[in-house]
């Protein structure tokens, strides 16, 4: 009975872990911008969307990034920023201190005004894309 127990939680534990974070098996060498100028940009009025990855990232990983870009560029054209920040080849970032990232996460910022939206990304990035656009454009208008 002990042992059907522990095999019970930990395919629960493992169904739950696997739902948010479906990573990370590819290789993706993406450079990105860093130091000062992200902080001035970071602190620049406007709504912007980061998205915060490792460096090998899983086909869901790398959905969340396309299907935001997506969203963002369908709905907003180039209102809205967005960028995509490798947490391990750029780890002195300073949006990782500033927002306290320390996993793949996808933030939507304007002032001081921060939304995750993490969860929400990657249970629907691959699975219902319209559904994840749909979250992150009302999130972005409800922000403005």
Same mark, same amino acid.
């Given at each position: 009975?002990? %042992?059907?127990?522990?095999?019970?939680?930990? /395919?629960?534990?493992?169904? &739950?872990?696997? /739902?948010?974070?479906?990573?990370?098996?590819?290789?993706?060498?993406?450079?990105? =911008?860093?130091?000062?100028?992200?902080?001035?940009? /970071?602190?620049?009025?406007?709504?912007?969307?980061?998205?915060?990855?490792?460096?090998?990232?899983?086909? *869901?990983?790398?959905? &969340?990034?396309?299907? *935001?870009?997506? /969203?963002?560029?369908?709905?907003?054209?180039?209102? @809205?920023?967005?960028?995509?920040?490798?947490?391990?080849? =750029?780890?002195?970032?300073?949006?990782?201190?500033?927002?306290? &990232?320390?996993?793949?996460?996808? !933030? @939507? &910022?304007?002032?001081?005004?921060?939304?995750?939206?993490?969860?929400?990304?990657? !249970?629907?990035?691959?699975?219902?894309?319209? %559904?994840?656009?749909?979250?992150?454009?009302?999130?972005?208008?409800?922000?403005?």
């Amino acid at each position: 009975m002990k %042992k059907l127990t522990f095999i019970l939680i930990i /395919a629960l534990w493992a169904g &739950v872990s696997s /739902a948010s974070a479906q990573c990370c098996d590819s290789k993706v060498a993406e450079l990105t =911008d860093a130091g000062a100028a992200l902080l001035e940009q /970071a602190s620049e009025k406007g709504v912007k969307a980061y998205y915060f990855h490792a460096t090998r990232r899983c086909v *869901t990983c790398q959905a &969340v990034e396309k299907v *935001t870009k997506e /969203a963002l560029k369908e709905h907003y054209g180039d209102q @809205v920023t967005f960028l995509s920040i490798d947490r391990e080849k =750029d780890s002195e970032n300073p949006l990782l201190k500033k927002y306290k &990232v320390s996993g793949q996460t996808l !933030l @939507v &910022v304007s002032g001081d005004e921060v939304r995750n939206l993490t969860n929400d990304a990657f !249970l629907n990035a691959r699975t219902n894309p319209d %559904k994840f656009k749909a979250k992150l454009k009302s999130t972005i208008d409800s922000m403005k």
